[in-house]
């Protein structure tokens, strides 16, 4: 890179002549000299002009992964200069606004990361607009990721007590509820080019390939009726709200866990019937190239199956527990094969020999399934003892329906137990109720739970894999579900408050934006050694901020220095890690005018 400058673009507008901004780089090719556009900056006062700044980020990540600090340069000398050396009274030296500085500094270096500044730079070109697109998606993506809430809360105060107003160089006041919703009218479009940008990006940093793709539904549910959209409907709810509306989302995430793709579907989907649109739109996108598709069992029917065999394509899913009976001897055999400690496995030909199934036999899982069904046997003896000793302390005749819906209620609450008892409801002259309950422990579900706890069946058309690593790549798909788990609790894209059916899919788009910053986050993180916790990195920087120093000075005026924080020791391990230096202070000391002296300042003005 040559240099970095801003680039001055006159336009007329409405019969008047307006002068627009734009941040340039300068960088060398082997054609010569080229520029390209960093930021569009829109109309600039001169304090604001020599405010801007810029952040540089990770170099090529084919080359190296070595990621640059963040680099805010330094502003031009204003109109009236403040001198390198003034008289200041220092018993009036004070602090003024403290802002959030260290959370979107590292979500601005992922940002710029994952190129999507150019992304957006290019997609969205500048037209009329008082602020530009690309600048209003990345605020929205940055507060998605540091402190997800809707945009009214973007507006009213999160954005105000962040130093991107200086960063960005727009103002506060600009940042309103109508440009952020039309922001996600505006950047909805865009977004296959955004999914198969990400995908692009993900294998230049990390190496990542979509020769495996973990593919899971999941559902997040309306804050209201939602009539104007015809997706939003009431269906199996993962939330726990089966008193809302919701949208299901399915989501296609690499190995490594990076979403590389999803699609919204109607509330009350079923889960199978979402594959053949995900498949077909995956292939669209990146072609099909017999990538291995990792699926859960819900998704996995046998006509799903038979359309991933048509097209070529392999499988690793899960079966219905169900399917376990099929192989019921080879679950006492010892011809397992230990993956690791606690975990065996063994491959299984299929009759016809065109699949196989990896059964695997866990021993936290056994500890779990057992405890499971020792609670349900007991919670049904225990009702059949309430429901035995009611007959018989009973006045009158009971009738029998009633005794026997009773019985089901109580299995129905219990099916993973309701098995494990032989139960009749028999005539009893003798006793005033006229009915008495008897039942039996049944020795074959008992003997075929001792056999089967722990035990689970894998089923697959790929051949070339051990039991073990057939093992290890379906457990890739917790991957899916992790995201899944950041999405809604770390991102917060549940409960949505959008009712029209455009903005509540750019909701989610810019909830994927988000993730796709997690993930680089996370990958980051692991690379360097900082673990898989972003959300405790992202909450340790964000102690960090941007603090206003006023200097009142002998001359009568006021100098105001932007400082950062010092890291305490912990975030400073944190930032060396990434590879992240930050600035001692934000630009060049500025005078404060007179009607800012007499207040303390709230936020930057330029």
Same mark, same amino acid.
């Given at each position: 890179m040559l240099g970095v400058f801003l680039k001055r673009c006159p336009r007329a507008k409405s019969g008047k002549d307006h002068v627009y901004w734009e941040l340039v780089e300068s960088y060398r090719t082997a054609q010569g000299s080229r520029h390209r556009v960093v930021a569009y900056l829109g109309e600039l006062s001169p304090g604001q002009r020599a405010g801007w700044a810029r952040l540089a980020t990770v170099l090529d990540g084919r080359a190296a992964a070595k990621v640059q600090q963040l680099a805010l340069f330094g502003r031009p000398e204003p109109a009236e200069a403040v001198p390198e050396t003034v008289e200041v009274q220092v018993g009036g030296v004070r602090v003024g606004a403290t802002r959030d500085f260290g959370d979107v500094f590292l979500a601005l270096a992922l940002w710029r990361m994952l190129d999507l500044d150019e992304l957006f730079g290019c997609d969205l070109p500048r037209g009329d607009e008082e602020v530009p697109w690309a600048l209003m998606a990345c605020i929205l993506t940055v507060a998605r990721f540091v402190e997800p809430d809707s945009e009214l809360h973007v507006e009213d105060t999160w954005?105000?007590?962040?130093?991107?107003?200086?960063?960005? @160089?727009?103002?506060?006041?600009?940042?309103n509820d109508s440009r952020l919703y039309r922001t996600l009218d505006v950047v909805l479009p865009l977004k296959s080019m955004i999914q198969g940008h990400l995908k692009q990006r993900a294998g230049e940093l990390f190496s990542t390939s979509l020769d495996l793709l973990l593919y899971d539904v999941t559902s997040t549910y309306?804050? @209201?009726?939602?009539?104007?959209?015809a997706l939003a409907a009431r269906g199996h709810s993962r939330d726990g709200r089966r008193d809302c509306k919701q949208v299901c989302i399915g989501l296609v995430v690499t190995r490594g866990g990076f979403p590389v793709g999803y699609e919204v579907f109607g509330g009350n989907r079923a889960d199978v019937t979402t594959l053949e649109e995900i498949v077909e739109m995956m292939e669209a996108r990146y072609g099909a190239i017999g990538r291995i598709w990792v699926l859960d069992r819900g998704i996995a029917s046998e006509d799903n199956l038979a359309f991933l065999r048509s097209r070529g394509a392999r499988y690793l899913v899960g079966t219905p527990r169900t399917l376990l009976k099929r192989f019921e001897r080879?679950?006492? *055999?010892?011809?397992?094969?230990?993956?690791?400690?606690?975990?065996e496995v063994k491959l299984l030909p299929s009759p016809d020999g065109a *699949?196989?199934?990896?059964?695997?036999?866990?021993?936290?899982?056994?500890?779990?399934? #057992?405890? &499971?069904?020792? #609670?349900?046997?007991?919670?049904? *003896?225990t009702a059949l003892v309430r429901l035995a000793g009611g007959l018989q302390r009973a006045r009158k005749r009971r009738d029998r329906s009633t005794v026997e819906r009773q019985l089901g209620r109580v299995l129905g609450k219990n099916s993973r137990a309701a098995g494990a008892f032989r139960i009749e409801v028999r005539e009893a002259p003798e006793v005033p109720s006229g009915l008495r309950l008897v039942w039996t422990r049944e020795t074959a579900w008992e003997e075929w739970a001792a056999a089967s706890e722990g035990c689970y069946l894998l089923r697959t058309n790929v051949t070339d894999l051990s039991a073990p690593e057939l093992w290890h790549t379906y457990i890739q798909l917790t991957e899916a579900?992790?995201?899944? #788990?950041?999405?809604?609790?770390?991102?917060?894209?549940?409960? &949505?408050?959008?009712?029209?059916?455009?903005?509540?899919?750019?909701?989610?788009?810019?909830?994927?934006?988000?993730l796709a910053l997690w993930r680089t986050l996370q990958a980051w993180m692991e690379r360097v050694g900082l673990g898989r916790g972003p959300r405790t990195i992202v909450e340790e920087l964000g102690r960090i901020k941007a603090v206003d120093v006023l200097l009142p000075t002998t001359a009568g005026r006021t100098v105001r220095l932007c400082c950062i924080s010092r890291p305490d020791p912990g975030q400073q391990t944190i930032l060396d890690h990434l590879g992240l230096l930050l600035p001692e202070r934000l630009g060049r000391p500025r005078w404060l005018g007179p009607a800012q002296q007499l207040d303390p300042p709230c936020s930057l003005d330029f």
């Open positions: 954005y105000r007590r962040t130093v991107l107003p200086e960063l960005l @160089g727009v103002r506060e006041e600009a940042v309306f804050e @209201g009726l939602a009539e104007g959209n080879h679950l006492l *055999e010892e011809d397992w094969e230990e993956v690791r400690e606690g975990l *699949e196989t199934f990896v059964l695997c036999r866990s021993a936290d899982r056994l500890a779990k399934e #057992r405890a &499971i069904h020792e #609670r349900f046997v007991t919670r049904i *003896e579900e992790a995201a899944f #788990r950041t999405t809604k609790s770390d991102l917060r894209v549940r409960p &949505i408050w959008h009712q029209v059916d455009r903005r509540v899919e750019a909701h989610i788009l810019f909830s994927f934006l988000a």
